[in-house]
Antibody
Framework: EVQLVESGGGLVQPGGSLRLSCAASGFMFRDYHMDWVRQAPGKGLEWVGRNKDKRRSHATEYAASVKGRFSISRDDSKDTVYLQMNSLKSEDTAVYYC???????????????WGQGTLVTVSS | AIQMTQSPSSLSASIGDRVTITCRASQGIGKDLGWYQQKPGRAPKVLIYAASNLQSGVPSRFSGSGSGTDFTLTISSLQPEDFATYYCLQDDMYPLTFGGGTKVEIK
């Protein structure tokens, strides 16, 4: 069974940093792209970024709103993906979900497996 | 970035109704479009990928269609467990972008 468990959320002051972790189990972690998606309170979903699989050298992609402030890394030996968040702003307050990208028929992808989410609150 | 315009933002429907939600991309995305369902306090789950492929385990009353810029999610006969918020997501080009969501409520 695929499991994704996020941790590391909490209260942080504006301008501060926080690192989220997502521990994966139940699948060959290194073979999958891993995404972070966030949801501000009462708002819609926002894709944050991706760390690609080992075959693609763990290349990363980011949303414009976080590029240069956030970075996604992974440790395949620990089956864990990380979201390092720097220079945090109040608008980064959200539930952050860790997501496994699944490959489907015809080579099409989907955000197939989601963690339960962890809340990050940026406030003084 | 590709913008995804989803409509309506909310709708009221009765059990057994046919429900249609649309999503329009600001530029052509082929069939790189998925639909996601989210219930309050829960993580989203994928219903449809590649515009029309039903995710394993998803009831057949859900269907998707479209390509290029215009896409549709249809629920053929609304069930009590379908009251939720639905999002489209384009994964044709980075950054991936979601539609604004459609909240389906009980009439």
């Amino acid at each position: 069974e695929v499991q994704l468990v996020e941790s590391g959320g909490g209260l942080v002051q504006p301008g501060g940093s926080l690192r989220l972790s997502c521990a994966a189990s139940g699948f060959m972690f290194r073979d999958y792209h891993m995404d972070w998606v966030r949801q501000a309170p009462g708002k819609g979903l926002e894709w944050v970024g991706r760390n690609k699989d080992k075959r693609r050298s763990h290349a990363t992609e980011y949303a414009a709103s976080v590029k240069g402030r956030f970075s996604i890394s992974r440790d395949d030996s620990k089956d864990t993906v990380y979201l390092q968040m720097n220079s945090l702003k109040s608008e980064d307050t959200a539930v952050y979900y860790c997501v496994r990208v699944d490959g489907g028929k015809g080579g099409y992808d989907s955000l197939g497996s989601w963690g339960q989410g962890t809340l990050v609150t940026v406030s003084s | 970035a590709i913008q995804m315009t989803q409509s309506p933002s909310s709708l009221s429907a009765s059990i057994g109704d046919r429900v249609t939600i649309t999503c329009r991309a600001s530029q052509g995305i082929g069939k790189d479009l998925g639909w996601y369902q989210q219930k309050p306090g829960r993580a989203p789950k994928v219903l449809i990928y590649a515009a029309s492929n039903l995710q394993s385990g998803v009831p057949s009353r859900f269907s998707g269609s479209g390509s290029g810029t215009d896409f549709t999610l249809t629920i053929s006969s609304l069930q009590p467990e379908d009251f939720a918020t639905y999002y489209c997501l384009q994964d044709d080009m980075y950054p991936l972008t979601f539609g604004g969501g459609t909240k389906v409520e009980i009439k």
